[in-house]
């Protein structure tokens, strides 16, 4: 406390005091501020994140082999695109061939629809992590630009000491 009235008082009589022009009340300028895009690089992070963990999940969940594909980010779906799912065994024999037939048929149309799902949900979630990496980099990438009305700064030493006008 005392080193700061005495360096101030070195300072008033040190140096001339400079005035701080008085501001005009409708004196304003535009303000142009350049910031990341934190919010698009994040939710592009987290997109990819959830796309990423729901495939490893779903794959080591339904214990399909190899699932350890699934952990290749980005290209992991599509490889597993080329694997075969739904029923793989062999057909139902009771005996009786119109029971078989009901059964295979059942069976056929039960493995084409998890099939058909399973391919559906490798490319949404290829597609998924694809639209996260992507804004990822352009949110990191890029800058946005924002124009606004602002009151000029100015900054002065007064015989007080400083003074900071916004």
Do not use: W
């Not at 022009?21 to 409708?26: I, R």
């Not at 980099?137 to 006008?165: D, M, P, W």
């Amino acid at each position: 406390m005392i080193v700061g009235i005495l360096l101030t008082s070195v300072c008033t009589y040190a140096m001339p005091p400079l005035e701080v022009a008085p501001p005009d009340a409708g004196q304003q300028e535009i303000v142009e501020t350049h910031s990341r895009r934190y919010g698009l690089m994040s939710g592009g992070l987290v997109m990819f994140s959830l796309a990423y963990v729901a495939d490893a999940g779903v794959t080591y969940g339904f214990h399909h082999d190899p699932s350890g594909i699934s952990l290749i980010p980005l290209l992991g779906p599509l490889i597993q695109c080329g694997d075969k799912y739904g029923y793989q065994g062999p057909a139902v024999t009771t005996g009786n061939a119109a029971i078989d037939k009901q059964m295979n048929d059942q069976i056929a149309q039960a493995s084409t629809l998890i099939s058909t799902v399973t391919y559906v949900g490798l490319v949404l979630d290829f597609a998924a992590q694809a639209a996260g990496i992507t804004m990822a980099i352009v949110g990191a990438a890029t800058h946005r630009t924002e124009l606004r009305a602002g009151r000029k700064r100015q900054l002065a030493f007064t015989g007080r000491g400083l003074g900071v006008q916004f």
